[in-house]
């Protein structure tokens, strides 16, 4: 696992626009780490980056989110695919995968027009098995604000 030192949430989000770089279209991300450790915030980055203008919230009571992509500032590895959907999934409250598939996930899983960004991805470890899954774990550093984020390509 690679690793990145970020020091505020405005690094964090940086991260997240760099990230998308090495991602194609139909990946999955996991987002594993403590409650106030930036995955809402990495999120947030991600969202930024593909020009979505809503607020970004870690969507706990709905549990899913879709955020429409309208033009990417994003070159990924295949500029064939476009990604056009960002699906935000908050699992804190999910007692296991089947949830997620009964709350409509699976229609978003494996299509290359959708980027499926999972916060509390240990909570339903069946997801590692999707085709094109990548873990991003946040950790705290030495101060309040610091946060590692280590990630596999």
């Given at each position: 696992m690679k690793k990145y030192i970020s020091t505020s949430p405005a690094d964090t989000k940086k991260f997240a626009e760099?990230?998308?770089?090495?991602?194609?279209?139909?990946?999955?991300?996991g987002l594993v780490g403590e409650l106030g450790s930036g995955k809402t915030v990495f999120v947030q980055g991600l969202a930024k980056a593909f020009g979505v203008k809503k607020t970004?919230?870690?969507?706990?009571?709905?549990?899913?989110?879709?955020?429409?992509?309208?033009?990417?500032?994003?070159?990924?590895?295949?500029?064939?695919?476009i990604i056009r959907q960002l699906i935000h999934v908050d699992?804190?409250?999910?007692?296991?995968?089947?949830?997620?598939?009964d709350i409509g996930l699976g229609e978003y899983l494996n299509k290359k027009e959708n980027l499926?960004?999972?916060?509390?991805?240990?909570?339903?470890?069946?997801?590692?098995?999707?085709?094109?899954?990548?873990?991003?774990?946040?950790?705290?550093?030495?101060?309040?604000?610091?946060?590692?984020?280590?990630?596999?390509?």
């Open positions: 760099r990230i998308l770089k090495k991602i194609k279209g139909g990946a999955v991300l970004v919230n870690s969507p706990t009571f709905v549990i899913m989110k879709i955020y429409d992509i309208r033009e990417s500032r994003i070159a990924n590895r295949d500029s064939r695919i699992a804190y409250r999910i007692n296991n995968y089947q949830e997620l598939l499926v960004v999972i916060e509390w991805a240990e909570k339903t470890p069946e997801i590692k098995k999707v085709p094109g899954y990548r873990e991003v774990r946040f950790t705290p550093g030495k101060s309040d604000n610091m946060r590692v984020i280590s990630y596999n390509q």
